[in-house]
């Protein structure tokens, strides 16, 4: 009996002993919330659910898998500050300063950072899906591996920033800045990039699929082996643009300007290209069957090959 009672105390204190204690500064959050102004401060773990810290003075603060779901951080000054791995659910960032953060894998699932600052942060396998990104700078920003599904982007600048392998499927980009981004190998089905200027970014291999780029432009930017089936690319400049190997099938690139692009190998079956601009663009390797060329016309070049059926 006795054996079986210590057995069990030594148990409960292995499980005491795994158990991760609370590590932020119980004076530091006091301070907090008394002062809304705690830098550099220890509120790693910290429950902060639902505070009010409309500008809080939270720079290089340690924040890691801290609870600021719902909170209301408006304005709040949170430059290099540490949130990996804190639940930022619904919180309120509206005009938050988040330049230089580290928000790596952190829940942000329909956090509002209307007009936020996070230039140059982390945002590496973070959760922000659904989240409102509506004017926020995230120039320079590290954006790699991370869920932004049904997250808006409108009139937001990304400009070099990192989104490779990124998931931004049904993501509404409308009028942002996205030259010189890096979307290689990205999840972009069924988003909105209606109007954005995509000008020499890298979306080589990335998973367009029914894709609204409408009027974008799209100079010099890089598609190769990209799945761009049903992607909508009227009055689309693809001049310059390296389309080689990429997957055009049933694409709209009706009075898409194309000129000079290096389309080699790309299949264009059943695609739209009346009225493009082809100006000095290989035509002799792609697969057209089917597709409508610039002058009205059907085309049978390519069918039979890659498993498309011929012509009757």
């Not at 705690?38 to 898998?65: M, Y």
């Not at 952190?106 to 509002?112: I, Q, T």
């Not at 049933?250 to 194309?258: F, G, I, K, P, W």
């Amino acid at each position: 009996m006795i054996s079986k009672l210590w057995g069990g105390a030594i148990a409960i204190l292995g499980l005491w002993a795994a158990a991760p204690a609370l590590a932020a500064n119980p004076a530091h959050v006091r301070q907090l919330l008394e002062t809304k102004e705690c830098r550099n401060c220890d509120l790693s773990e910290a429950n902060l659910s639902g505070v009010d810290l409309q500008r809080a003075k939270l720079t290089g603060a340690n924040l890691i898998d801290a609870n600021l779901s719902g909170a209301d951080l408006q304005y709040a000054d949170l430059s290099g500050a540490n949130l990996t791995l804190a639940n930022l659910e619904r919180a309120d960032l509206r005009y938050a300063v988040l330049e230089q953060a580290t928000l790596y894998r952190a829940k942000a699932s329909r956090a509002n950072l209307l007009s936020a600052n996070l230039r140059r942060a982390t945002l590496t396998q973070a959760n922000f899906s659904g989240a409102d990104l509506r004017q926020t700078v995230l120039t320079t920003a590290d954006l790699s591996g991370a869920n932004f599904q049904d997250a808006d982007f409108s009139r937001a600048t990304l400009i070099e920033t990192n989104l490779r392998q990124s998931n931004l499927s049904n993501a509404n980009f409308t009028n942002s800045r996205l030259n010189q981004a890096n979307f290689s190998m990205t999840n972009l089905s069924n988003s909105n990039l209606a109007n954005v200027n995509l000008s020499y970014a890298d979306l080589a291999r990335s998973v367009l699929l029914n894709t609204n780029l409408k009027r974008a432009n799209l100079g010099g930017a890089i598609f190769r082996d990209a799945q761009m089936t049903g992607a909508v690319l009227e009055q689309a400049n693809l001049r310059y643009a390296v389309l080689r190997n990429a997957n055009l099938r049933e694409a709209n690139l009706r009075n898409a300007d194309l000129s000079y692009g290096d389309l080699r190998d790309a299949n264009l079956f059943e695609a739209d290209l009346r009225n493009a601009n082809l100006t000095a663009v290989e035509l002799g390797t792609l697969i057209l069957c089917r597709a409508i060329l610039p002058d009205g016309s059907r085309s049978d070049q390519g069918c039979g090959r890659r498993g498309e059926l011929d012509l009757p």
